[in-house]
């Protein structure tokens, strides 16, 4: 049966601690999904701590550019943050 979609998003919750392997602190987490046959693009989000980490696994047929597609993430990524922050009241103005 083929695939009736050719895009997966992922958002995969992490600890909001820090985590610890062998006794090293973890700095970042890289999520990569596994790719599946008809799946031209797979994008998975994954938190840690205060972050978000980002993978982008695609078929290179369908999607040649997606170091494109990583650039305009973050972009996009700054561009939510800018307008998030201009929503909060600054502690100065409190």
């Known amino acids: 049966m083929p ?3 050719n895009l997966t998003i992922s958002n995969v919750p992490g ?4 985590v610890f392997c062998a006794g090293a602190k973890v700095l970042a987490m890289f999520p990569v999904s596994i790719p599946i046959h008809g799946i031209a693009l797979n994008i998975t989000v994954q938190s840690y701590q205060d972050r978000l980490d980002f ?4 078929d290179r047929r369908a999607v040649p550019d997606i170091d494109h597609l990583g650039d305009l993430l973050v972009t996009a990524m700054a561009e939510l ?3 998030a ?3 909060m009241p600054s ?3 409190q």
């Open 3 to 5: 695939s009736t979609t």
């Open 15 to 18: 600890p909001p601690i820090p």
């Open 55 to 58: 993978g982008i696994t695609a």
């Open 81 to 83: 943050k800018a307008a």
């Open 85 to 87: 922050e201009n929503l």
């Open 91 to 93: 502690p100065a103005k």
